[in-house]
């Protein structure tokens, strides 16, 4: 599926108007936002929580360096392999060439946003390398040749009929009178087929929530036990992930993973907590022959020492979407990234550039709502805001925009002209209101009036009227 | 130039850092050497019996079974107990934890032990946590011949053995019994920590126990 | 005499600062600002050399009309003991962003700090700074209250407004679903981005008709406006107020929508 966010406001309208989207996006709503809310109630620590977390991150991210030096080394000592990759094209590389190597055939996968953001699929594809998806989410949309349109929530885009729809059109197996009406005859259904693919596979994917420098730690969090099939079946375990996943000890861990699944699903844990540790050992009667990791950079170097830092403290728990009116209207897809919602907003123009994303800040009404549940305290309307001034610094806002913002502020910096256009303007559109106070459409005002009518202003300006009684009083008053 | 010390290098680069650096070099030794702990919820701040009481009924919030016995001696009975109510062939696979040498097995004339890694073809595994943590109903599980890993994810029933002296307040707590066992810095192949069975809420967000993992997940706590 | 024991000396005296769209659209809003603050013992000015707070080419990211559309607010209200808005995003602004367009430039950014600690949200202002409990109005109207995303979540406007209408006597308040999720307004984000604003806003009055009131309220006209707009071209006939009209006993203009029955 192509990526393109420039289409973003065209891709939002298409959405709108898509039912079964629609249908589909209230699950969003339903299903995270009051379990959340629960969650985080039912601790009364979660915000000093939230705050140390981020100072865990911040303190990190200063000294990210030293800390990867020693993540490294701990890896090494367990007898593992890292691998360093400046971009996605290194990284993809990296990863068939360790695949190629294990003479894979397959590879099973666990759920990665990372290897989404390096287009890892269609690369292992192209060189004759399966890669199966184990995560149902992740099964569903691959089946569909689609990309994820949520960071937790892959799938979240579609409804059960539709599941079952592609799974009748892939399973050929399936018996015709076979029940798949219920997510759980699903469920089974992707059980079964995906049990034997673990055990075929040559390689298991994964990503990382965490990296413990400590202790050269790789920790994936999932409720489905699908990435530790993945990465324990497999001879191999390749775990590809950015540099920003580093913390530093198994205490700071404990520290987000408390935020985490509580901000992600309102679980007060995810099911399975896993950390990983080098390969097999001698004794070891199950577990990868060998344990390497990617860590990649693709462009979040350069976002250090700059007003973009603060996102690298993302853990990626999907809250901001979740709660994001933009998100819950459009849904993910209509981003044209690989990363959504506010974070992806934000996230996105730092690894693509802001030439080809420059919609995705702008679409946000700035309700604040993303930052008031986010784990990591992430100002994202803040940084939205940062990309709009390089965009306006690069003269990248679109022109009617830039027009009509520089013609307002040359009126609202100078108060004696602004007092005399609206004494002339405000009078005129409350004429035209007429009886009915209100504006059906407004030549230079389609984009308000298409949907709404504009209430007619009630005439004389507050300033005007304002004076006229003061002087009426000063008058009285001699 | 390498992957590495380009990454690297960049990173520097960003961050304006050059030089013997010894500030931030001695930020990063004592906090590693110190490993702060920061928050930890009250929640779990109980006395030993409460804590196990905690842990019991967490696990319970989260989909778990939670059984309680008297001594290593009732496990292989109570395992019996479960299968059978779970109309369940009397097999489990199972590692080589010493803990469970002695569990009464010799009483259970009709169950089946099968002993290490399971190759997906079984039914029921038992394992023996390391520990539990009270905070959130959470098992803690480590990787090696006495408990392999695959016995927590491929039978469709995982039976978790757990002492109650073990049942520990936070995962903090957890952090300290391993560094005690291994040394610190240095971890197992894998430490699973386990909280209910498995689920996944990927169709609709309608959330279904027993995904790819366990369908079912049932504690025997040992006093 | 220090500042404080000339605050207790005389009537605090308050800037108001109407915001453009009060200004411009609803000049009935400030009428009721400013009774309700003199009600509550202050001394109110409107400097003339008002406009707007910036928060338009701000959020377009043109930095440097905003920088300069802050310092003449600055200049105009630094004299006030106190700047009151009735809006919660433009409070939002003058409080909370000012200060940060400075950044680096040491006489003016603490000259903005200074004057944004005495910037304030009409209601907010009235109950935790003038510690108004009762305005003395009175309205018989089931009315529904929904909470603008700035003065919420920027300035921790909530229970305020709330407090302060349950003391109208004859009113109820009847809470909407979601009365803290966003109208879709966003300033310049419902024109740019009209359809989705408008998908927004139509779950909005969904959860405004549902409520059963018929009438709302918020703090904020240019949220009133985007609901009244909408209600408007459903055919609804809910009354659209600013909360302070009510706060103030004036609803005797006619309503930003709705047939006011
Ligand atoms: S930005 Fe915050 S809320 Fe959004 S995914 Fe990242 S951590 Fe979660």
């Known amino acids: 599926m192509q990526l393109a966010a420039k289409h973003f406001k065209a891709s939002a309208s298409k959405a709108l108007l898509d039912a079964q989207l629609q249908k589909a996006l209230g699950n969003v709503e339903k299903g995270f936002i009051g379990k959340r809310q629960k969650a985080a109630d039912a601790l009364p620590e979660f915000d000093a929580l939230r705050d140390n977390a981020r100072d865990i991150k911040n303190h990190v991210l200063a000294h990210l360096d030293l800390y990867l030096e020693e993540y490294e080394r701990n890896v090494v000592a367990a007898g593992g392999h890292v691998h360093w990759a400046e971009t996605a094209e290194d990284a993809r590389r990296i990863v068939l060439d360790i695949c190629q190597k294990a003479n894979a055939r397959t590879v099973t996968k666990g759920k990665s946003m990372i290897t989404e953001e390096i287009a890892l699929n269609d690369h292992l594809t192209a060189n004759g390398i399966e890669p199966v998806e184990t995560d149902l989410g992740e099964y569903i949309i691959q089946l569909r040749g689609e990309y994820p349109s949520h960071i937790i929530a892959p799938a979240v885009h579609l409804n059960k009929d539709q599941v079952e729809g592609d799974f009748r059109r892939v399973h050929t197996h399936l018996p015709e009178g076979r029940d798949l009406s219920e997510p759980v005859a699903l469920l089974s259904e992707a059980r079964e087929v995906l049990r034997k693919r673990y055990f075929a596979a040559d390689v298991g994917i994964t990503g990382a929530n965490f990296l413990i420098a400590e202790t050269g730690t790789s920790v994936i969090v999932t409720n489905e036990g699908n990435g530790d099939l993945t990465q324990t079946l497999g001879k191999v375990h390749v775990v590809v992930a950015s540099i920003e996943k580093i913390v530093p000890t198994l205490e700071d861990t404990a520290q987000i993973l408390r935020v985490l699944a509580r901000s992600a699903t309102g679980q007060d844990m995810s099911v399975y907590t896993t950390f990983s540790t080098g390969p097999k050992r001698p004794d070891d009667p199950d577990g990868p022959g060998e344990y390497h990791v990617v860590l990649l950079d693709n462009g979040r170097s350069a976002m250090l020492g700059t007003e973009y830092q603060d996102m690298l403290r993302c853990i990626r728990c999907g809250a901001c979407m979740n709660h994001c009116p933009v998100y819950h209207a459009v849904g993910g897809h209509a981003y044209g990234s690989v990363y959504p919602g506010p974070m992806g907003a934000v996230l996105t123009p730092s690894l693509n550039g802001i030439e080809e994303t420059g919609q995705l800040p702008n679409a946000s009404t700035f309700c604040g709502r993303c930052e008031a549940v986010c784990p990591m305290r992430i100002p994202l309307p803040k940084m939205m805001r940062h990309w709009r001034e390089r965009e306006f610094e690069r003269n990248l806002t679109p022109l009617t925009s830039r027009y009509g913002i520089r013609a307002w502020a040359f009126f609202a910096k100078r108060p004696r002209l602004y007092r005399l256009a609206v004494s002339f303007g405000m009078p005129v559109l409350s004429l035209l209101g007429g009886k009915s106070r209100r504006l059906h459409s407004l030549p230079f005002a389609g984009g308000w009036t298409r949907h709404r009518d504009l209430p007619a202003p009630e005439g004389r300006t507050f300033l005007q009227e304002w004076a006229q009684r003061e002087a009426l009083k000063q008058g009285s008053g001699h | ?223 | 005499m220090t500042s404080s024991e000339t605050r207790v000396a005389r009537q605090p005296r308050v800037g108001l600062f109407a915001t453009c769209l009060v200004d411009l659209f609803r000049p009935s809003v400030g009428f009721a600002s400013v009774k309700l603050l003199q009600d509550a013992g202050c001394e109110v000015h409107v400097p003339v050399a008002q406009t707007c707070c910036g928060q338009p080419t701000y959020n377009t990211g043109d930095r440097a009309d905003t920088r300069e559309i802050a310092e003449q607010v600055i200049e105009a209200f630094e004299g006030f003991d106190f700047i009151v808005a009735p809006s919660g995003s433009c409070a939002a602004m003058l409080k909370k962003h000012y200060p940060g367009l400075f950044k680096g430039n040491a006489d003016w950014e603490d000259r903005a700090q200074r004057f944004s600690d005495k910037c304030h949200e009409l209601v907010s202002f009235l109950a935790d700074v003038m510690m108004v409990r009762d305005t003395g109005a009175a309205l018989s109207a089931r009315v529904t209250y929904h909470d603008s995303c700035s003065g919420l979540r920027e300035l921790g406007v909530q229970q305020q407004p709330r407090k302060l209408l349950a003391n109208v006597g004859g009113l109820e308040l009847h809470e909407m679903k979601d009365s803290d999720v966003c109208c879709g307004f966003g300033g310049t984000f419902c024109v740019k981005y009209s359809d989705i604003s408008n998908a927004i806003v139509t779950k909005k009055v969904g959860n405004i008709d549902a409520s059963g009131a018929d009438m709302l309220l918020a703090g904020d006209v240019g949220c009133l406006m985007n609901m009244a707009g909408k209600l408007k071209r459903l055919g609804s006939d809910v009354e659209v107020r600013h909360v302070a009209e009510v706060l103030a006993g004036m609803t005797d203009q006619p309503p930003i929508a709705g047939s006011g029955k």
């Not at chain 2, 906090?31 to 701040?45: C, E, H, Y």
């Not at chain 2, 409460?50 to 696990?59: I, P, W």
């Not at chain 2, 498995?198 to 609709?204: L, V």
């Open chain 2, 1 to 223: 130039m390498s992957g590495r010390d380009t990454v690297l290098g960049k990173i520097r680069a960003s961050m304006r850092v050059s030089g013997p650096d010894a500030e931030r070099k001695a930020a990063v030794a004592s906090r590693l050497r110190d490993t702060p702990t920061g928050v930890i919820p009250a929640r779990a701040d109980l006395p030993a019996a409460g804590q196990q009481e905690l842990f019991c009924a967490m696990a319970a919030q989260f989909g778990a079974s939670v059984a309680r016995v008297n001594d290593y001696r009732e496990v292989a009975a109570e395992v019996s107990a479960y299968l059978r109510a779970h109309n369940l062939p009397a097999e489990i696979r199972i590692g080589a934890d010493p803990r469970l040498k002695d569990a009464g097995w010799d009483l259970e004339k009709n169950l089946e032990l099968r002993h290490g890694a399971s190759d997906g073809g079984d039914l029921a595994g038992v394992s023996h946590a390391m520990a539990g943590i009270a905070e959130t109903g959470t098992l803690a599980l480590l990787s090696g011949p006495d408990n392999p890993t695959t016995i927590n994810f491929l039978p469709e029933h995982h039976i978790v053995v757990l002492r109650e002296s073990d049942i520990k307040g936070d995962m903090e707590s957890v952090w300290a019994m391993l560094r005690e066992q291994k040394g610190k810095g240095v971890m197992p192949r894998a430490l699973n920590l386990v909280t209910g069975p498995s689920r996944s809420g990927d169709i609709e967000q309608t959330i279904i126990l027993g995904a790819h993992g366990p369908r079912a997940l049932h504690i025997v706590v040992v006093a």
